[in-house]
């Protein structure tokens, strides 16, 4: 009997893990971390397995929501292999050494919430975890005692996979986070012809089709052109993995064909989002042919010193920095300096999470409160979710075409607000083939 439980990313969108129980193996796919206020108190909660017990982690990729807590895994006991790919566990490796700084910087600082207690885990817990990576190649199959498993591309990151599981005789197959079908530099989600029993998949859009990309660079932009024109700077808030090496690239390309005026320089404010940017260009699977000089460009500057920068008066400037969605680390002083400005913009490249100062920032807040202090919000704030490296409805509907239906017994849908998963079941006639599992629910798999 297979068993699987679902510990995150069940109807919401972060946390995403499964428990997978069979009467040989027990093992995790994903650990990720909640974000969000609404639930990421769920990041505190105690296990209701024991982690010593899991045979093996499989990890799909390096966002924070997929790894985030491998290192609390580690903490309360687990010793078993991390299976990855290479290159998520390159980038891996910079993002849990930094997500531990941060909750050590917070226990220090003031933004800690005194009600949480302790760290979840330290530095220690993340190099703990971070020596049992088990890196392995796309495609391979790896045979790990009796339990096969196989990481196919998802085209959502650098080193972004799907993972095939063959358990005593049954296929799953765990989407991860998809990736769109047609991207400048990364290679697209594997669409050859696929069995499976059962798939676990993410629909974060769906019933949502992304404008094209052309449109969405117009976009930007013209939005860039008017507030350099107004005298203004421009604050993009990106996630350090994926979303920043795609603006980069953009605003490369955009200055060069010189459709961004007088631009005085790009600041890439984000010790992480640095170390992650090398990783990309020095790897093998991105597309050659557009050269090792992918996102370098004149007008780049990587920020060593925060304070000078903060400190600094300019105009016709972009600062780059994270969080994504604006909960923590350096975009934290920029908003507090250049939101109170109706001469500047910030520009929101990426999906916002309930609960998060990013989505208040969209929903219209007329201030929001940073760093326990009340800043008005005068700065536009434009939205740029083209730039998303998610599925849209067409992608999503066509990598889950590629599974043959006669076998297919059901589709568990994760991942996503409640309103996406339903318009996906609805717009492809999944009624009773597909089912949004609730939090910790546990299903036999038969």
Request: charged residues 25%; aromatic residues 8%.
């Given at each position: 009997m297979i068993k699987i439980k679902f510990l995150g990313a069940a109807r919401t969108v972060t946390g995403s893990s499964y428990l997978v129980s069979s009467d040989k193996k027990k093992f995790l796919v994903d650990c990720g971390m909640f974000q969000g206020i609404d639930v990421e108190e769920r990041n505190y909660l105690p296990y209701d397995f024991n982690p010593a017990e899991l045979d093996f982690v499989l990890i799909t990729h390096a966002h924070i929501d997929h790894i985030g807590l491998l290192p609390k895994l580690v903490k309360h006991g687990f010793r078993g292999p991390i299976y990855l790919t290479n290159e998520t566990s390159a980038v891996a490796y910079h993002l849990l050494l930094d997500s531990a700084k941060i909750q050590e910087n917070n226990l220090r600082d003031s933004r800690w919430r005194p009600s949480r207690g302790k760290l979840i885990y330290d530095t220690t817990d993340a190099l703990e975890t971070i020596a049992l990576f088990r890196p392995v190649k796309f495609d391979d199959e790896v045979n790990i005692d009796g339990v096969v498993v196989k990481f196919e591309r998802a085209g959502h990151a650098l080193g972004a996979a799907s993972i095939m599981c063959k358990v005593d005789s049954k296929i799953i197959y765990f989407s991860g986070d998809l990736g769109r079908s047609e991207h400048p530099f990364l290679q697209p989600f594997d669409l050859a012809p696929r069995n499976a029993d059962f798939v676990i998949m993410e629909s974060l859009y769906g019933g949502i089709y992304h404008e094209q990309r052309a449109e969405t660079i117009a976009k930007f932009e013209r939005s860039i052109?008017?507030?350099?024109?107004?005298?203004?700077?421009?604050?993009?808030?990106?996630?350090?993995?994926?979303?920043?090496?795609?603006?980069?690239?953009?605003?490369?390309?955009?200055?060069?064909?010189?459709?961004?005026?007088?631009?005085?320089?790009?600041?890439?404010?984000?010790?992480?989002?640095?170390?992650?940017?090398?990783?990309?260009?020095?790897?093998?699977?991105?597309?050659?042919?557009?050269?090792?000089?992918?996102?370098?460009?004149?007008?780049?500057?990587?920020?060593?010193?925060?304070?000078?920068?903060?400190?600094?008066?300019?105009?016709?400037?972009?600062?780059?920095?994270?969080?994504?969605?604006?909960?923590?680390?350096?975009?934290?002083?920029?908003?507090?300096?250049?939101?109170?400005?109706?001469?500047?913009?910030?520009?929101?490249?990426?999906?916002?999470?309930?609960?998060?100062?990013?989505?208040?920032?969209?929903?219209?807040?007329?201030?929001?409160?940073?760093?326990?202090?009340?800043?008005?919000?005068?700065?536009?704030?434009?939205?740029?979710?083209?730039?998303?490296?998610?599925?849209?409805?067409?992608?999503?509907?066509?990598?889950?075409?590629?599974?043959?239906?006669?076998?297919?017994?059901?589709?568990?849908?994760?991942?996503?607000?409640?309103?996406?998963?339903?318009?996906?079941?609805?717009?492809?006639?999944?009624?009773?083939?597909?089912y949004a599992p609730e939090w910790k629910e546990e299903i036999v798999l038969d």
């Open positions: 052109n008017d507030i350099f024109n107004r005298n203004g700077n421009v604050i993009i808030p990106a996630f350090a993995l994926q979303r920043t090496q795609e603006i980069l690239y953009t605003l490369k390309k955009s200055y060069q064909d010189k459709q961004i005026n007088k631009l005085e320089g790009v600041n890439l404010d984000s010790p992480l989002a640095q170390k992650i940017t090398e990783v990309y260009t020095h790897s093998i699977f991105l597309n050659n042919s557009l050269g090792k000089d992918l996102f370098e460009f004149e007008q780049l500057r990587f920020i060593r010193n925060p304070k000078k920068l903060t400190r600094s008066k300019f105009e016709s400037s972009i600062i780059i920095a994270g969080s994504g969605m604006c909960e923590g680390g350096r975009i934290l002083g920029h908003l507090n300096k250049y939101l109170p400005d109706p001469r500047n913009g910030v520009l929101i490249v990426g999906f916002q999470a309930e609960g998060t100062l990013g989505r208040e920032l969209l929903s219209g807040a007329k201030s929001v409160t940073i760093n326990k202090k009340s800043v008005p919000v005068r700065a536009e704030i434009e939205d740029f979710l083209g730039f998303s490296a998610h599925a849209d409805h067409k992608d999503l509907t066509l990598w889950l075409n590629r599974f043959d239906k006669k076998n297919l017994r059901k589709i568990f849908l994760v991942h996503a607000e409640t309103e996406r998963m339903d318009a996906f079941i609805d717009k492809e006639n999944l009624k009773n083939s597909a």
